[in-house]
């Protein structure tokens, strides 16, 4: 413990530190904060940051299980999957993700209302909602940039070792499941947590489609109470923890993954 | 068949909407492809400079440099783009007219396209400066202490040593945040600046035709980031010239 | 990072201070379209009776507005900050916006008003729109209005501009939108707002949300420009300007009484 704490006892660590604290503490007294219990108690706060923290979580099971796949085809397919799914990421890669939330919201969207077996069917419930457009939109980004990660990650195992794992006679499945993808998937764990607080950094542009996550709750708070600056503040603030905790979960992972790659 | 595809953008044809000129909004859309690029550029050239001042400052600087580099580096790489942008997109104005009202100027109203540019740099700035710091840091340290050891002023051992070394290494992660750079102008939408995106969404919203807009903005920005990756695939093979190519395997 | 900014800031002060003196008005107009009041056409430049009447009170007041697009739910804040100069963006005069800036005269007044899809058979009530899903425009009056009054039985979905919540109504994501009458008027009028939806006429005044009239904003600090605006407003209305501009949009006078 004391140990830990050795590297900030140098004096211009604890002058800005001091700092810190100060501005923290003159932040606290000097802003407005009177509007958090109001948000607090009619619990928007904690629905916003369910709704971040599940898309993120979302989009990034299911995103990186079509990542593995985008890459796979990329790095050994035949033409007709490695050329579609080329294009696939320099397309999600190539466009701003806000012009992508608004082409599937408001674009595709906006058409489905004109069928009237779209709109009598079960699938209208959620065609109306806003978060179906948002979990698809954040989930084909992250599967495009992961696409690209897990090529080159692919790419990167040994030759040698796949060469012997045929040489045992594993089936390619086999090959797969037990050679490459394994010592793939430790090559991008480093990567994977950079990209996980990408992700988590893309999910407010989904405001923008009226889904009510973290940021829109800010947003509301900065329309009802005409407060600028204190909602961002916290906001950010709530942000930078989520990213500490993604970066403990990723350190602890890389951790429990024996490093060296033969 | 020049002549069938200019009937393609008549008034009233399926492309007639983005005709360059009126009632086409061909024309306005360019001006925001104009003025994206424009951001795009002047940001990247803003996030570069904090970049080679961070990376240097990281790495040679002293402690309290390095610190506050490395405070500025963690935060706003932990904070979404769009959250930093909405702050200093007021803040930036509300503290260059306390300055002037302070020392009894008149209030000004900045024009959108700097404080665009000075809030997209600082937030590009701390992602160059550890792909900067990374790449100087991948220069063999033997080198440097060879060039010192010859006595080589520290000038010329950045022009001719490290420069030349860190370059290689720099450019992938170059070219990544200058496509970062052309995307993230698309959050200037959000707060209401002309460029690409919005002016794209004014178009669709005006004329309810969604699709033509969007796709043309897509194709856009997609000729940008196709363009771009072949520039600097270009330059990376200039840069490398000489080591030797890394390949991997595959079944 | 923040002394780097501050010496920036510095530098651009010094640099724009001398510019500064005879500086044009720089009038804040949400980012969207607004017909028949803001829109901008298809070569960027914003038209509407809202900015022929701006015009109007400018050229009659001698000031160099320039339209500057900024984005709805940031309006108020791109005005306390400096970004702009004026509001002029149907923006309605309430208690809650005049604790933070100042407001002109009105120059025109409309109802909140109720629109629906086409096949709607409910009432425009409370008790009617019990469990539909109500669109309205963030930061808005009616917003307010709609939660006061259906926020308990309705569900409200938020938009950032009047105009997307018309476009998920025709979409038939929402079953209503609450939103200036005159406005929505126009969007009814219009060819996609004619085959998908209708207008269930005027709500209830309600004056805690719906506030006194359309107004110009200003920053609290910035008095003598509001003077000169509401002086402009005077003038246009006696010397028939107004009627005139009124008469290219609307078959009736939107001043109200």
């Keep these: 413990m004391i140990a830990a704490l050795r590297?900030?006892?140098?004096?211009?660590?604890?002058?800005?530190?001091?700092?810190?604290?100060?501005?923290?503490?003159?932040?606290?007294?000097?802003?407005?904060?009177?509007?958090?219990?109001?948000?607090?108690?009619?619990?928007?706060?904690?629905?916003?940051?369910?709704?971040?923290?599940?898309?993120?979580?979302?989009?990034?099971?299911?995103?990186?299980?079509?990542?593995?796949?985008?890459?796979?085809?990329?790095?050994?397919?035949?033409?007709?999957?490695?050329l579609p799914a080329k294009g696939f990421c320099s397309l999600i890669r190539g466009t701003p993700l806000l012009l992508q939330l608004w082409f599937f919201y408001y674009g595709i969207g906006s058409t489905f209302q004109q069928f009237p077996w779209i709109r009598h069917s079960?699938?209208?419930?959620?065609?109306?909602?806003?978060?179906?457009?948002?979990?698809?939109?954040?989930?084909?980004?992250?599967?495009?940039?992961?696409?690209?990660?897990?090529?080159?990650?692919?790419?990167?195992?040994?030759?040698g070792q796949l060469e012997s794992a045929r040489a045992f006679g594993m089936t390619r499945?086999?090959?797969?499941?037990?050679?490459?993808?394994?010592?793939?998937?430790?090559?991008?764990?480093?990567?994977?947590?950079?990209?996980?607080?990408?992700?988590?950094?893309?999910?407010?542009?989904?405001?923008?489609?009226?889904?009510?996550?973290?940021?829109?709750?800010?947003?509301?708070?900065?329309?009802?109470?005409?407060?600028?600056?204190?909602?961002?503040?916290?906001?950010?603030?709530?942000?930078?923890?989520?990213?500490?905790?993604?970066?403990?979960?990723?350190?602890?992972?890389?951790?429990?993954?024996?490093?060296?790659?033969? | 068949?020049?002549?069938?595809?200019?009937?393609?953008?008549?008034?009233?044809?399926?492309?007639?909407?983005?005709?360059?000129?009126?009632?086409?909004?061909?024309?306005?859309?360019?001006?925001?492809?104009?003025?994206?690029?424009?951001?795009?550029?002047?940001?990247?050239?803003?996030?570069?400079?904090?970049?080679?001042?961070?990376?240097?400052?990281?790495?040679?600087?002293?402690?309290?440099?390095?610190?506050?580099?490395?405070?500025?580096?963690?935060?706003?790489?932990?904070?979404?783009?769009l959250v930093e942008i909405l702050i200093l997109y007021y803040l930036v104005p509300q503290v260059v007219n306390s300055i002037l009202l302070s020392f009894g100027y008149d209030r000004v109203s900045l024009p959108q396209m700097p404080v665009g540019i000075l809030v997209?740099?600082?937030?590009?700035?701390?992602?160059m400066t550890e792909v900067l710091r990374g790449s100087i840091l991948a220069v063999p340290q033997g080198q440097i202490e060879a060039a010192r050891a010859y006595g080589m002023p520290p000038l010329l051992l950045a022009r001719r040593i490290i420069f030349p070394q860190m370059m290689a290494n720099a450019i992938p992660g170059m070219a990544n945040l200058w496509l970062n750079a052309t995307k993230d102008t698309a959050l200037l939408a959000?707060?209401?600046?002309?460029?690409?995106?919005?002016?794209?969404?004014?178009?669709?919203?005006?004329?309810?035709?969604?699709?033509?807009?969007?796709?043309?903005?897509?194709?856009?920005?997609?000729?940008?980031?196709?363009?771009?990756?072949?520039?600097?695939?270009r330059i990376e093979r200039w840069a490398r010239r000489g080591q030797p190519l890394v390949r991997g395997g595959g079944i | 990072m923040k002394l780097k900014l501050m010496a920036l800031a510095a530098v651009a002060a010094l640099g724009l201070g001398t510019a500064a003196m005879a500086a044009p008005v720089k009038v804040g107009v949400a980012a969207e379209p607004y017909p028949p009041f803001t829109s901008p056409d298809a070569s960027g430049h914003w038209s509407g009776w809202e900015i022929d009447i701006m015009n109007a009170i400018c050229t009659d007041q001698k000031l160099d507005c320039v339209v500057t697009p900024v984005a709805w739910d940031g309006i108020i804040p791109a005005l306390t900050a400096g970004q702009i100069d004026m509001i002029i963006s149907s923006m309605s005069i309430t208690k809650e916006r005049e604790k933070v800036i100042n407001f002109s005269d009105k120059y025109y007044e409309t109802p909140a008003a109720l629109a629906v899809t086409k096949d709607a058979?409910?009432?425009?009530?409370?008790?009617?729109?019990?469990?539909?899903?109500?669109?309205?425009?963030?930061?808005?009056?009616?917003?307010?209005?709609?939660?006061?009054?259906?926020?308990?039985?309705?569900?409200?979905?938020?938009?950032?501009?009047?105009?997307?919540?018309?476009?998920?109504?025709?979409?038939?994501?929402?079953?209503?939108?609450?939103?200036?009458?005159?406005?929505?008027?126009?969007?009814?009028?219009?060819?996609?707002?004619?085959?998908?939806?209708?207008?269930?006429?005027a709500l209830p005044y309600d004056s805690a949300t719906l506030g006194t009239g359309i107004g110009a904003g200003f920053r609290k600090s910035d008095t003598a420009l509001r003077d000169?605006?509401?002086?402009?407003?005077?003038?246009?209305?006696?010397?028939?300007?107004?009627?005139?501009?009124?008469?290219?949009?609307?078959?009736?006078?939107i001043y109200g009484g």
């Design chain 1, 7 to 82: 590297p900030m006892m140098k004096t211009h660590r604890l002058v800005m530190l001091g700092l810190a604290v100060g501005a923290v503490a003159w932040c606290a007294y000097a802003l407005r904060w009177d509007w958090i219990p109001t948000y607090w108690n009619n619990g928007l706060i904690l629905t916003g940051l369910e709704t971040t923290l599940s898309l993120l979580a979302f989009s990034w099971t299911i995103g990186l299980f079509f990542a593995i796949w985008l890459g796979l085809a990329q790095a050994s397919g035949p033409w007709y999957l490695a």
């Design chain 1, 122 to 159: 079960w699938a209208w419930t959620y065609l109306r909602e806003a978060w179906p457009y948002a979990l698809m939109t954040l989930t084909l980004s992250f599967a495009g940039y992961e696409g690209e990660v897990m090529r080159g990650a692919f790419l990167g195992v040994p030759k």
């Design chain 1, 173 to 262: 499945f086999t090959i797969l499941r037990r050679i490459w993808l394994p010592q793939a998937v430790q090559r991008v764990l480093p990567t994977l947590g950079g990209e996980t607080v990408l992700q988590l950094k893309a999910t407010p542009l989904v405001a923008t489609i009226t889904v009510v996550d973290l940021y829109n709750v800010s947003q509301t708070v900065r329309q009802d109470t005409y407060v600028i600056y204190e909602p961002l503040l916290l906001l950010a603030a709530v942000y930078m923890a989520i990213t500490g905790v993604i970066v403990l979960i990723f350190r602890w992972l890389e951790h429990r993954v024996p490093s060296k790659v033969a």
């Design chain 2, 1 to 81: 068949m020049f002549d069938a595809i200019s009937h393609l953008f008549d008034p009233g044809q399926a492309l007639g909407l983005l005709a360059y000129a009126p009632p086409g909004w061909g024309g306005n859309l360019l001006a925001g492809l104009g003025r994206s690029i424009e951001i795009a550029v002047g940001a990247y050239a803003v996030g570069l400079t904090i970049g080679i001042f961070g990376a240097f400052g990281k790495i040679y600087g002293g402690e309290v440099t390095r610190d506050i580099f490395g405070i500025y580096t963690t935060v706003v790489r932990a904070v979404p783009e």
């Design chain 2, 120 to 127: 997209l740099g600082v937030v590009l700035g701390a992602y």
């Design chain 2, 190 to 233: 959000v707060i209401g600046f002309n460029e690409l995106t919005l002016t794209t969404m004014q178009g669709a919203a005006t004329t309810k035709n969604y699709f033509v807009f969007f796709i043309a903005a897509g194709l856009m920005y997609l000729v940008i980031s196709i363009v771009s990756g072949r520039f600097f695939a």
């Design chain 3, 121 to 201: 058979t409910f009432k425009p009530t409370a008790e009617g729109l019990k469990g539909k899903t109500i669109g309205v425009e963030t930061g808005s009056i009616n917003k307010d209005y709609a939660e006061k009054f259906f926020g308990k039985t309705s569900t409200l979905k938020v938009y950032q501009t009047q105009d997307l919540a018309n476009q998920d109504l025709a979409a038939g994501r929402i079953d209503a939108t609450v939103g200036d009458e005159f406005a929505l008027q126009a969007f009814l009028d219009s060819a996609s707002g004619k085959d998908c939806c209708k207008s269930m006429g």
């Design chain 3, 228 to 253: 000169k605006f509401n002086k402009g407003i005077k003038d246009i209305r006696a010397n028939g300007t107004y009627d005139k501009i009124t008469k290219k949009y609307f078959s009736f006078d």
